[in-house]
């Protein structure tokens, strides 16, 4: 079952900050987080697994309530570059079973 | 390293010819999955493959639809007969386990279906 993510979309200032929020109804493992830009692939940005630390990739960071299967992903002044659009995946186990990507959230930051 | 290649970048065909995409992973990556990203169903798996063999094919929409990987460096995905409905950006992805495991995505194949 596809985890719900929202915002759908957010406009942003540069230097702004946002959250991006991914949840799930079944118990989760991991939490993955991806960007796309549009006419691009996707790229990986971070793994949160069951029972680790909140991750951060320079003004990126994320993290992940186990007892509510929930992960936030947190942009802090945001910058042009991070435009795009950000997809969670989760998976419920250790083996990669049933991992499923989000709806995904449109993320547009203005000059 | 040159990352996960796809071929054709483009694709454009017309219903109920049969459609051929290309995928070569990252060499040393044991695993190999196929997406599609459309807007109404977003990022879908298709199949995965783990040292060339066909792991999970729950994904795959129809009989329409196969893939093989003959060897670690070479996989297909195959539409005969394509349909309007196909329509759709195509991902091949790699990554070096299926457990957690971050994935490098190709650069997709954009297929159009007329």
């Known amino acids: 079952q596809q985890p719900v993510q929202s915002p759908q979309a957010v406009i942003l200032r540069e230097g702004e900050d946002a959250v991006i929020n991914c949840s799930s109804s079944?118990?989760?493992?991991?939490v993955h987080w991806y960007r796309q830009k549009h006419g691009e692939a996707p790229v990986f940005l971070m793994i949160?697994?069951?029972?680790?630390e909140q991750k951060g990739h320079e003004k990126i960071s994320a993290s992940f309530n186990e007892k509510k299967q929930q992960s936030s992903l947190y942009l802090t002044a945001s910058q042009l570059s991070y435009s795009g659009t950000y997809f969670c995946?989760?998976?419920?186990?250790?083996?990669?079973?049933?991992?499923?990507f989000g709806p995904g959230t449109r993320l547009s930051v203005l000059p | 390293d040159a990352g996960v290649i796809q071929s054709p970048r483009h694709e454009v065909t017309e219903m109920g010819q049969e459609v051929t995409l290309r995928c070569k992973p990252i060499?040393?990556?044991?695993?190999l999955f196929w997406y599609r990203q459309t807007m109404m169903r977003g990022l879908e798996l298709l199949i995965y493959?783990?040292?060339?063999?066909?792991?999970?094919d729950s994904g795959m929409p129809e009989d329409r639809f196969s893939a093989k990987m003959p060897n670690a460096s070479f996989s297909t995905l195959k539409i005969q007969p394509s349909e309007p409905r196909d329509s759709a950006v195509y991902f091949c992805?790699?990554?070096?386990?299926?457990?957690?495991?971050?994935?490098?995505f190709g650069s997709g194949t954009q297929l159009s279906v007329l």
């Open positions: 992805a790699s990554s070096l386990f299926v457990t957690n495991e971050k994935l490098f």
């Open positions: 493959f783990n040292n060339n063999v066909p792991i999970d």
């Open positions: 949160l697994l069951k029972g680790g």
């Open positions: 060499s040393g990556h044991d695993y």
């Open positions: 995946g989760t998976g419920v186990d250790n083996y990669g079973q049933n991992f499923v």
């Open positions: 079944k118990a989760l493992y991991s």
